[in-house]
């Protein structure tokens, strides 16, 4: 299987094809935003500034996104293993380059998930997570419904919601996440491991289409 490096903005779905290739292929989960969420949670002297650049809407400093993907880089063995939340600038993404050709990583594909702000709003207005798994769930799609109204299926936690999904921080995270992505797209999509999903599609159909990447490509 590759390894799978999701370009995508906030509520694109790249939570829940993620949780699907962790169950059912042992994929090793290194999200940005989930280790960032934890050290706010800690609330150590980074965290409180992390909690005010998360609240604003704005990306946290390169020096932080890449020291966090460097330190799960090194932790994770002979497993594929998801990059969800990184690069989100080109400084990012040259950097990310330079790891994986460091660490002789080379079995990788990059997928975009394009999603518009109204359907990722919309999304991210009806979602809940439990803040001890991080599994999300969404209030208005029967197949991503807590099987518990307000409990998590896997840990039984009180599902919450996160404190920048409100409209206004959303539509901020939105914006920026658009602007500084352009020159990450054009600086991958010249390359044949790069791949384009229309995120709009089921969840189902979408995990459908990566399968295929990961797979198809991994026999050759």
């Not at 509520?11 to 999200?31: C, E, R, V």
């Not at 990184?86 to 400084?91: M, N, Q």
């Not at 997570?129 to 999300?136: G, N, Y």
């Amino acid at each position: 299987m590759r390894n799978v490096i999701f370009i995508a903005p906030p509520a694109a779905g790249k939570g829940t094809i993620s949780d699907y290739l962790i169950k059912h292929l042992g994929y090793k989960h290194l999200s940005v935003g989930d280790l960032l969420r934890k050290e706010v949670s800690l609330n150590t002297p980074l965290g409180q500034e992390l909690d005010e650049i998360m609240k604003s809407g704005k990306l946290v400093s390169d020096d932080i996104a890449v020291k966090l993907v460097s330190q799960e880089l090194a932790k994770i063995s002979n497993s594929p293993f998801i990059i969800d939340g990184f690069p989100r600038v080109l400084s990012q993404a040259l950097k990310l380059d330079e790891m994986l050709v460091s660490n002789n990583i080379t079995n990788n594909c990059l997928i975009y998930l394009d999603i518009s702000l109204d359907e990722a709003l919309k999304r991210v207005l009806n979602r809940v997570i439990c803040p001890k798994c991080q599994r999300s769930y969404s209030l208005n799609n029967d197949l991503f419904k807590p099987k518990t109204e307000g409990i998590c299926d896997d840990c039984h936690t009180a599902l919450t919601t996160r404190k920048d999904d409100n409209a206004d921080s959303f539509k901020k995270r939105f914006a920026t996440y658009l602007e500084n992505t352009i020159p990450v797209l054009e600086h991958y999509r010249s390359q044949s491991n790069f791949y384009e999903l229309d995120a709009t599609l089921s969840s189902e159909e979408l995990i459908k289409e990566v399968l295929k990447i990961i797979k198809s490509e991994a026999d050759q």
